[in-house]
């Protein structure tokens, strides 16, 4: 039986952490970063966690986007792809939200995607947790628990089930902090959802495991609670304890 893992990749991923303008949302600070000399990370660390796959070429079809969003990548490395979303000419946000959604029509196994927060809100809005998913880290930011620790590491979860290891599913929150007001010194954090992924603790960020939430992921959530509940206008000062 053959595995049928979805990719979409983020080509313009990480691109302005390269030149220090920490993200890369936006086709404006994309466009910045790359004139200012940014090279594109996420196709070499998609590669990198896919690498990892080809002795199992045979049991498993790449269904991805055309390009740079993945059909390049994964022809390059000989798998057997079948093209099922064509982007525009420079991807947008709403490309990868309309290709996880023919992902998820054409009923994958597994959504393997490359990114940063932003690309991981993306795919949460279109679809949520109805679909198992797996993170590449590519980008700027990766708060997020949705990501494995490494592109390799991404590369042996999927192993796993394509060998049909028993790999248990878990929720893991998506989150992501507000740019502009990173470059200017101030960090203000969100969760924007939660979705499916393969609960592996060796190779994941930390996630929420059989509805039970370590102490860490309860600081984060309440630290990103009250950080969205703050008044911008307030100084505020806050003690330990």
């Given at each position: 039986m053959q595995f049928k893992l979805g990719l979409i990749i983020n080509p313009l991923a990480g691109?302005?952490?390269?030149?220090?303008?920490?993200?890369?949302?936006g086709a404006a600070t994309a466009a910045k970063a790359l004139a200012l000399?940014?090279?594109?990370?996420?196709?070499?660390?998609?590669?990198?966690?896919?690498?990892?796959?080809?002795?199992?070429?045979?049991?498993l079809t790449i269904y991805t986007v055309n390009g740079d969003m993945g059909e390049h990548c994964a022809k390059a490395l000989g798998f057997k792809?079948?093209?099922?979303?064509?982007?525009?000419?420079?991807?947008?946000?709403?490309?990868?939200?309309?290709?996880?959604?023919?992902l998820k029509e054409l009923g994958v196994d597994l959504v393997l995607?490359?990114?940063?927060?932003?690309?991981?809100?993306?795919?949460c809005h279109a679809v949520e947790d109805t679909i198992p998913v797996l993170g590449i880290p590519a980008g700027c930011k990766i708060h997020s628990g949705v990501y494995a620790i490494t592109p390799k590491a991404a590369g042996r979860v999927v192993e796993?089930?394509?060998?049909?290891?028993?790999?248990?599913?878990g929720d893991a929150d998506v989150m992501d902090i507000d740019e502009e007001a990173f470059r200017q010194g101030t960090v203000k954090a969100k969760r924007y959802g939660e979705m499916q992924v393969p609960s592996?603790?060796?190779?994941?960020?930390?996630?929420?495991?059989?509805?039970?939430?370590t102490d860490e992921l309860v600081l984060v959530d309440i630290a990103a609670y009250v950080v969205s509940e703050m008044?911008?206008?307030?100084f505020y000062i806050m003690g330990s304890g």
């Open positions: 691109l302005g952490g390269t030149v220090a303008l920490k993200g890369s949302d000399g940014a090279q594109p990370k996420a196709n070499s660390r998609t590669k990198a966690a896919l690498e990892v796959l080809l002795p199992y070429k045979n049991q792809v079948q093209v099922i979303y064509n982007s525009n000419a420079i991807t947008t946000a709403t490309d990868t939200e309309q290709a996880v959604k023919a995607f490359a990114g940063g927060d932003g690309t991981a809100r993306n795919i796993m089930l394509v060998k049909g290891d028993l790999v248990t599913l592996e603790v060796r190779y994941m960020q930390a996630v929420k495991n059989g509805g039970k939430e008044d911008e206008d307030t």
